[in-house]
């Protein structure tokens, strides 16, 4: 099955770095996100819980006796896991790569590829980039109503999840518990979504500082929102599970002769398509058809692309060229394409 992926033209660094965004939920478009229905949620406010104990102390001064009752009760209540600390925990511990069955999508085109003007990867799913027993993969479910989970019956579920990720031994049975209370609004079904789910620690650039973002389900803790929702988890992607390009009807040429120049001049993306989408003149979609080099190329280039293909020269690629057009490719690979004369 092939996967896709829309991205805007400035996310050509995919290519040129091999390494891929998995996003944590608080930096998704959507606030529902990984947020099921706690039935049994209930808003204390700080203040009240203070006069609560406050009246237990009372209690104790006035009679002299304990009530054990209630300090039990308030006890209880007090390491109950709270909304706001599941929450955190989920954004900390999860980040998940969106894809989709459908690269034609015109919706889909408008809101991720920067109005038609990015383009969409085409991703092998039998790949081992997705088979990975550090990931999981799987088809969102949809619903009307958010799904009913109480706190505690949640709590160990994310915590068994991740831990089942982090050890590479994810079991299907037991990740699809936790698939249906990531289920999302109908409203968002012609997305047709699928998640690559994965923990931050695997990521490339994962780094803990002396423990400081570790948790403690059961106690009070405040966090803070904007740098959740800002670290980027880089993951590999190899090159050979990317399959073909579909590049917007509104690409500009810059960015297509970027991504032309960047299959053509790499071997390990040489078994790429390119492709480039048209608007069709009758009805409301858009035709794919192949990019080939006249489409790209200046005369004096084109004819040298020529020579190549008909195998009157050997494909050469100056060293200045491929730091001018693609600075941001890693530089032993360039010196290997480079050696070899790719």
Not at 83 to 97: A, D, E, G, R
């Amino acid at each position: 099955m092939k996967l896709y992926k829309y991205v805007t033209s400035a996310r050509i660094d995919i290519l040129q770095n091999q390494k891929i965004r998995f996003s944590q939920p608080y930096a998704l478009n959507d606030p529902f996100e990984t947020q099921p229905y706690y039935s049994d949620h209930q808003e204390i406010h700080p203040l009240k819980k203070l006069a609560e104990f406050a009246s237990i102390v009372k209690e104790v001064q006035d009679t002299g006796v304990i009530p054990e009752e209630k300090v039990a009760r308030w006890e209880e209540d007090r390491k109950k896991p709270q909304k706001n600390i599941l929450s955190w925990y989920v954004n900390t511990n999860f980040v998940s790569l969106s894809l989709t069955e459908d690269h034609e999508n015109l919706l889909m085109w408008a809101h991720y590829t920067g109005n038609h003007s990015g383009f969409v990867l085409e991703l092998d799913s039998t790949h081992a980039f997705f088979t990975d027993t550090t990931r999981y993969l799987y088809q969102v479910p949809y619903g009307n109503r958010r799904p009913a989970v109480t706190l505690r019956e949640f709590e160990k579920l994310i915590v068994r999840q991740a831990n089942l990720l982090k050890n590479g031994t994810p079991e299907a049975n037991e990740m699809q518990k936790i698939v249906q209370l990531f289920q999302k609004s109908h409203d968002w079904a012609y997305e047709r979504e699928w998640r690559l789910l994965a923990v931050p620690e695997n990521a490339l650039n994962f780094k803990k500082e002396d423990q400081q973002y570790t948790i403690h389900i059961g106690q009070d803790r405040a966090f803070d929102e904007e740098f959740e929702s800002s670290y980027v988890a880089l993951f590999q992607l190899p090159a050979d599970c990317i399959t073909a390009i579909y590049c917007g009807a509104r690409i500009t040429k810059s960015a297509l002769r970027k991504l032309y120049l960047l299959i053509e001049n790499n071997e390990c993306y040489h078994h790429i398509d390119l492709f480039i989408g048209v608007v069709d003149h009758q009805y409301y979609k858009l035709n794919f058809r192949k990019v080939e080099a006249a489409d790209i190329l200046v005369v004096g280039e084109l004819q040298y692309h020529m020579a190549v293909v008909s195998g009157k020269r050997k494909r050469h690629v100056p060293k200045w060229y491929k730091f001018s057009m693609l600075d941001h490719l890693e530089k032993e690979r360039l010196n290997a394409v480079i050696q070899h004369k790719v």
